[in-house]
């Protein structure tokens, strides 16, 4: 049976596949970064900043009641905002062991997004990625 996180990431393989290069690609990322819901300035807190990431990142969890982990999140850099809002896409409103238990590293692979960031970004990448299945494991245990 397929997770609904599972086909969260087909879908954007599917939608990366469809724009070819990586200059639009990179639009694309952007344009999914505006849409994020903004935080209020106490969601940008000490509490909620994700460290390891050159831009400003902050990463809000919120479990709910059925064992699903709603996340928001916001960064100061375009791009950045993007790979929160890819992470969004993937990881909130999903159950905590599902959210545990996914390959992340072979899901940026998967998207490539490993060879086709900088760095700086991709250990950011990595560093929000961290945080979001650590808060998961937390409820998971």
């Known amino acids: 049976m397929t ?15 469809l724009l070819g290069d990586w200059e639009e690609r990179y639009r694309y990322v952007i344009e999914l970064g505006r849409d994020l819901a903004p935080l209020s300035d106490a969601e940008r807190s000490e509490t909620n900043k994700v460290r390891g990431c050159a831009s400003q990142v902050w990463l809000v969890t919120e479990p709910q009641g059925d064992q699903t982990i709603r996340f928001r999140g916001d960064s100061d850099a375009h791009i950045v905002s993007g790979l929160i809002a890819i992470l969004l896409r993937l990881y ?34 990595k560093a929000m990625v961290a945080r979001i299945q650590r808060d998961a494991q937390a409820l998971t245990a």
């Open 92 to 125: 909130s409103g999903r159950p905590a062991g599902d959210i545990a238990a996914f390959d992340a590293k072979a899901a940026l692979d998967r998207l490539g997004l490993s060879e086709a960031l900088s760095s700086q970004r991709s250990n950011g990448l």
């Open 3 to 17: 997770r609904p996180i599972d086909a969260a990431l087909e879908e954007l393989a599917d939608e990366f596949e």
